[in-house]
């Protein structure tokens, strides 16, 4: 191989990279967002589950950081990718509290990716032992910081059902 033939064979590997780079940072994107989605999501579910398991009200409530256990009680600017926390609330006060309630998830912070509630309760969903929310209703959006017209929508019921829908629906009853 002579030094020419060397040196098109690098253009065009240049080149090839050059197309790809692109989709490849899309790809990362759609990644990032599924993950938070699926975490979100399997979350919520776990909560639901162990309330109706434990005949006791199970809480999921934002935090500030990945070691923080204090239920913040305001959106913030990229809400639940700070992260959050999922736990037995034994004593029924709504927060945790490392003598009397258990800790049963804790999730890290999200990047990549926003949460914004669109409706009712934002920053912590109490799930009742007959497994209904305690707290009203909400959606949440989840939008990739990379693309706004990457965004996934996760419907919460009162019975504390789920549904995740694309960006550019609504919430059925909303």
């Known amino acids: 191989m002579t030094v020419i033939e060397l ?13 790809a780079a692109p989709s490849m940072t899309r790809f990362a994107a759609q990644w990032r967002m599924s993950n938070a989605v699926n975490a979100f999501t399997g979350s919520l579910r776990t909560a639901r589950a162990e309330a109706i398991a434990r005949a006791k009200p199970v809480v999921m409530c934002r935090v500030s950081s990945a070691s923080s256990t204090a239920c913040q009680t305001s959106e913030g600017t990229t809400g639940y990718a700070t992260g959050w926390i999922v736990f037995a609330d034994n ?50 959006n989840i939008q990739s910081t990379f693309d706004n017209n990457m965004e996934k929508v ?15 629906q609504s919430c059925p009853g909303a």
């Open 7 to 19: 040196m098109v064979a690098i253009a065009i590997l240049a080149i090839l990279l050059g197309l």
């Open 91 to 140: 004593n029924g006060n709504g927060s945790y509290n490392s003598g009397t309630d258990e800790l049963l998830l804790r999730q890290d912070t999200q990047s990549g990716v926003t949460f914004q509630a669109t409706g009712g309760s934002y920053s912590k969903l109490t799930f009742q032992p007959n497994g209904l929310m305690g707290s009203t209703p909400a959606s949440y």
């Open 154 to 168: 996760v419907c919460l019921s009162k019975p504390g059902r789920m549904l995740v829908i694309d960006g550019t």
